[in-house]
């Protein structure tokens, strides 16, 4: 016995099981929990890919299913086959299990589009991107499911593919997958397993105060920051696309800062798990922290600069808090000032499984204002939304994720300012 | 501008704010949310405990209010003037603000029992140690709270005692803290900043089995070695202190597998952020995945051994699937079988916020059965429970921790073994 236990051995072997005969995925993962599912990416070390499902990739935009987008790197490590310019847009079929809904979907095709290395056939657009297609009955195109959270997860051994996928069902999974993941899951945006942070250069990080090496800035500190640099007075095109550049700033300066504060006290490593997990989390709680405020900083700026009327935070009924009440809370709470002047807007980065809270958020005010970054929202949804009297508001850029029928029903964030100008400067 | 500016600072300096003039917790911490409350936690380095609030913290059971134990850490940087033996029992008077309820208790009496530095008192009970007490009005003694986690986190500066409190109000709350903290909040368990995790010099520990330093073991590896070294044949007490038992030792021997796994991977460092985060994470999600389904090993390997007929993770309806059913799934689905002889067990390490799941996992049978390790369940949840035809399970030792006057209903573990024995030698 002694020699087979625990502290006797110095060195560490290979940590990687033996390779097992037969892949089935559908038996392996069968009714896995989430966690259980997190727990085998990380123990097989599977590459994989995060995103939301946009409105185009669940089929609301319409009939071409283009499929979706996977960048060079999964390919290579999923289906590297498919990865040749030796063959004219080459293509693969394989399978996905998707334990989220117990769906194991044949005949999926891994694509690249690589025109672009065959001049001779003197297409118009070049290509040279790869794509998973064919995926209807799955719970990536289901238009229901626009706005959840995917992963797709996979790995290639002795040439075979093994590819996994989850799609969301609730609140609680993506909280779940935002923890693991470290960073919230924002609406546009991949996130991969080969965290690479490719060092982007701009100017702007090499200005930030000197004081933020001192003490981490508030959310509202960095926010000032980069009202300064990209003033409204200044912009030449719309609000909304303002408020989406101020967002990609905002996202790059916070990495910038964090790495200042972090880096020192990670570099030189951890004796103690306990400790290195607790500071790790206090680093993604700052994240989400943060996150959490971000879009009410962008839009009370805007509104301030529009000069309207409005004010954050206002309790309405019982502990109810819409983000902003136009024009105040006194007027509000006063049953003498008109209902119909009234005016809400709540925020939120995704609406999918949060909206229904807006709906409770302010008793006087019929119609509620919902902006939201989410990209595409499925027609059942809306007409829910709709039917409760929300109205969204979403940037311009993305009003093309939303099913045609609706896009006259949205506003963008120009449009709502407009309104609410409208609105106040009537009698 | 140049050299106010960022990557012109070579050192680092201090990353304290100053202090502020004077301290006024309620305005500073009103209506922040329970992602800030952490922030400021690790941003202020507060020294905080944490802990699920038992029965007898909220005065479920009886009038005998002791207050909160604290450890002398706590005490030596929250209230450090009260550590002294100068003076018998001493005791100083300190506020708490508690941002997740709004609720502002002074008069808190942070006291010293250190009788037993004084023998000329001729006391009985040497007492040495540190409570907080009259908490008369908050939610931590509020009997619906039992069983919420409950933070306490606080600092001495310049002689004055910062001290602030968190009582969970949801689940979703409980996972984030859960999540902050990088472990699940176990009943009577208590965690403190100071991680100072204390080495365990057991034997067992020496004689793991050295293929887990290839591969991790899953839970049920590690659940088999523990059941072969603590074999329930050669236990002398009640099964309930068996289970009690292999749990403890459940915890120390995954805190050392994942000491050995880990170390190496951190003991370096790290030089990205995100490289950093993910893998603590992933590390954390792989403990919640086993304690997800620890105690679902636990007591299969009891009832195995009491030659119970049962089966786990059943469908019955729908999706649903109770832990455990008796005698199994075909009676369960043979409408022939009656339903008197039909039973089921769900288990939940808390079943505060989860109880209500429970209600609804097997429509043929009337009563069922809960396991839990809460400490303690107020009188109307226990009322609500019972009424939904729920019948608690708990280990002896805690039973104490319930209300005097639902005590003989509910049952502890050897009680339960017995019931379903008659159910299924009956007839």
Same sequence: chains 1, 2.
Avoid at 206 to 215: D, N, R, S
Avoid at 334 to 347: G, Q, R, Y
């Amino acid at each position: 016995m002694a020699c087979d236990s625990f502290m006797c051995i110095g060195n560490r072997q290979g940590s990687e099981k033996p390779e097992k005969e037969e892949m089935n995925p559908e038996k392996d993962y069968k009714n896995i929990s989430l966690t259980q599912f997190l727990e085998i990416l990380d123990q097989k070390r599977f590459f994989w890919l995060i995103k939301r499902l946009s409105g185009n990739d669940t089929g609301i935009t319409g009939g071409h299913q283009s499929g979706i987008y996977v960048p060079r790197q999964f390919m290579e490590a999923v289906v590297p086959s498919v990865v040749t310019t030796e063959e004219y847009n080459p293509t693969r079929e394989i399978s996905c299990y998707i334990p989220s809904q117990d769906c194991l979907k044949t005949g999926i095709q891994a694509k690249y589009y690589n025109n672009k290395y065959f001049p001779e056939k003197e297409l118009k657009k070049k290509y040279d991107e790869f794509r998973l297609t064919r995926w209807v009955g799955t719970p990536l195109q289901d238009v229901e499911n626009t706005g959840s959270i995917c992963i797709l997860a996979g790995a290639c051994r002795n040439g075979e593919t093994e590819l996994l996928g989850w799609v969301s069902n609730s609140a609680e999974e993506e909280d779940l997958i935002e923890y693991w993941l470290g960073k919230d899951v924002e609406p546009g945006q991949m996130y991969l397993s080969s965290a690479q942070t490719e060092r982007k250069e701009l100017p702007i990080l090499k200005q930030l105060p000197v004081a933020w090496l001192k003490a981490f800035p508030s959310g509202r500190d960095i926010f000032n920051f980069i009202e300064e640099r990209f003033p409204q007075s200044s912009w030449t095109r719309s609000i909304d696309e303002l408020l989406l550049k101020r967002r990609d700033v905002e996202f790059d300066i916070f990495s910038e800062v964090e790495k200042h504060d972090v880096i020192p006290n990670i570099k030189d490593g951890f004796s103690s798990v306990d400790e290195f997990i607790k500071y790790a989390n206090s680093v993604a709680n700052r994240r989400k922290s943060r996150a959490g405020t971000s879009l009410e900083l962008h839009l009370e700026s805007i509104f301030r600069y529009e000069q309207l009327k409005f004010e954050a935070q206002v309790v309405t009924e019982q502990n109810k808090k819409p983000d902003f009440i136009f024009p105040s809370g006194k007027d509000y709470h006063n049953p003498a000032f008109p209902s119909t002047k009234l005016h809400m807007l709540a925020s939120k980065t995704c609406c999918k499984d949060r909206w229904r809270q807006v709906i409770s958020e302010a008793d006087r005010i019929e119609k509620k204002h919902l902006f939201t970054l989410q990209q595409g929202v499925s027609s059942n949804q809306l007409a829910e939304m709709y039917q409760h009297g929300i109205v969204l508001v979403v940037p311009q850029p993305i009003i093309t994720t939303f099913p045609d029928e609706y896009r006259t029903k949205i506003m963008n964030l120009t449009g709502f300012v407009d309104f609410i100008k409208t609105s106040q400067n009537a009698g």
